[in-house]
């Protein structure tokens, strides 16, 4: 007779990091090893995708509790950082008249602009000296996205930052 000791692989004992280690999460304690005894010449016939499933699961499970924000529906907002662009010193200010919007997207397109508003994505002002039209783009789920057209007023002002490829 044989004896042949199962232990769960996707958990790490305490014992098993090295000394300079420290996990990133609080380690669980290893659950004792499943003793199986086998007659010899007998065939051991594992369902690893039961085993493997239920531990999966509540991983799954346990990163979606932990990390909720991350996979909340709608726009999430960096809170603490703020961007910065290098305005060219001679660039002067340009103002773009809207462009003609299809008469057969003009709800969806003030729909998601309202809704935009609505998040803090965008603000309504009643002056500006800088101004870009929109080009409005049909989604194959039929909502419409709002691009702006930066090409003659934005990216021909601001200065880029050139980072060195690794």
């Known amino acids: 007779m044989l004896t042949l000791l199962l232990f769960p692989l996707s958990l790490v004992a305490q014992d098993t990091l090295a000394p300079d280690t420290v996990p990133a999460a609080p380690v669980e304690p290893a659950p004792p090893a499943l003793e199986v005894q ?20 509540k991983t799954l499970q ?19 950082v703020q ?14 008249k809207p462009r003609p ?9 003030g729909k998601e602009l309202d809704r935009l508003e609505e998040e803090g994505v965008i603000l309504k002002v009643q002056h500006s000296e800088w ?16 691009c702006g057209d930066y090409k003659l007023t ?13």
């Open 38 to 57: 086998v007659q010899q010449g007998a065939q051991l016939i594992a369902d690893w995708k039961n085993i493997f499933c239920t531990q999966i699961q």
């Open 62 to 80: 346990e990163v979606l509790g932990q990390h909720e924000l991350v996979f909340s529906e709608g726009l999430g907002k960096i809170k603490g």
């Open 83 to 96: 961007a910065s662009l290098h305005v060219n010193p001679e660039a002067q200010p340009r103002f773009y």
């Open 101 to 109: 919007v299809p008469y057969a997207l003009r709800k969806k397109v």
């Open 131 to 146: 101004a870009a039209p929109i080009v409005p783009v049909l989604k194959p789920n039929g909502t419409v996205r709002i």
């Open 154 to 166: 934005a990216n021909t002002a601001t200065q880029t930052e050139v980072y060195p490829l690794p």
